[in-house]
């Protein structure tokens, strides 16, 4: 049966991204060698500062680096459930990073996104022990973490190397990628999510959308159509608002898939469903050459 006469249901898709959890059968048969796996180093003092490190094999020099931000709504996620992300974009040459960082309900807003950047931060300081060129970083995330990649991205303050921690001001980022990213969410429909993200009145300054500028690096959004957990209307509207004021903004919409498996078509056994890796692979490849 061809992609295009499936129709994937909810708990459908539920059940097929359970098929990539730790210790799975799927996961355990992902080829992974030509990769190598650092996992647990800290760029932090707490126990959700941690990332861990796809590196091509054999070693490579001055790779393009990605790092991925996993979602589940800014209160669940871990990195080891990753792994089908590293792999896939360590075997075509790309160093990986896969970081955790701390949930609701132990923080609020904007403490993720201070992780992160810290998280980035370290990467740029260290990546080049790994294999991968400090100035050809390129942000990715899933649903909440392609909203911290965007955040990070659009709004200056993040990477700009002045919080009290003296981080060294970041190279302009090479890209982001966004898979079923939250840019334009307001107003906020349920009581988490605004404990999360905090009174009314600041509201705005939680929104990747308002901080668009000429400065924003190339952005590629992607979005399944059948989308019910994040609109794609979240992509539409960040892509038409980055192309208004001369930045690049590629946005893709496939067609048969919804939110999970947006992120699970980057495993070996689901590429069939949507051509996210290419796409990703072909946007980084663009966006890589040194300047």
Not at 96 to 120: C, K, N
Not at 129 to 140: H, I, S
Not at 219 to 245: I, K, Q
Not at 283 to 289: A, G, N, Q, S
């Amino acid at each position: 049966m061809s992609a295009c006469a499936l129709r994937i249901t909810q708990p459908a898709e539920a059940r097929i991204v359970a098929l990539l959890s730790p210790g799975s059968l799927i996961t355990a048969l992902a080829p992974r060698a030509r990769t190598r796996l650092t996992t647990g180093l800290g760029y932090g003092p707490g126990p959700r500062h941690q990332l861990d490190i796809y590196s091509p094999f054999p070693r490579p020099e001055g790779a393009p680096v990605v790092v991925f931000f996993y979602g589940g709504g800014w209160e669940d996620g871990d990195r080891d459930f990753y792994k089908f992300v590293g792999t896939a974009l360590a075997e075509r040459g790309i160093v990986t990073v896969v970081p955790d960082y701390r949930l609701f309900p132990e923080v609020r807003f904007p403490s993720f996104l201070e992780d992160a950047a810290d998280a980035v931060a370290w990467v740029q300081a260290e990546i080049d022990a790994f294999g991968g060129d400090p100035k050809r970083v390129l942000l990715m995330g899933h649903s909440a973490g392609a909203y911290i990649a965007a955040m990070l991205a659009l709004d200056a303050t993040w990477l700009s190397g002045t919080r009290a921690a003296g981080l060294i001001p970041l190279p302009r980022l090479r890209g982001v990628i966004g898979l079923a990213g939250p840019y334009d969410f307001l107003p906020l429909h349920t009581e988490v999510l605004r404990a999360i993200f905090g009174p009314p009145e600041t509201l705005w300054q939680t929104q990747p959308i308002h901080f668009v500028s000429p400065a924003a690096p190339p952005m590629l959004l992607l979005h399944g159509a059948l989308d019910r957990t994040v609109l794609p209307r979240n992509s539409s509207r960040l892509a038409a608002e980055l192309r208004s004021v001369g930045c690049i903004a590629e946005e893709k919409v496939y067609p048969i898939i919804g939110h999970k498996l947006l992120v699970a078509a980057l495993a070996f056994p689901l590429r069939f469903l949507a051509p996210v890796l290419r796409d990703s692979l072909d946007f980084i490849r663009h966006m890589e050459t040194p300047a």
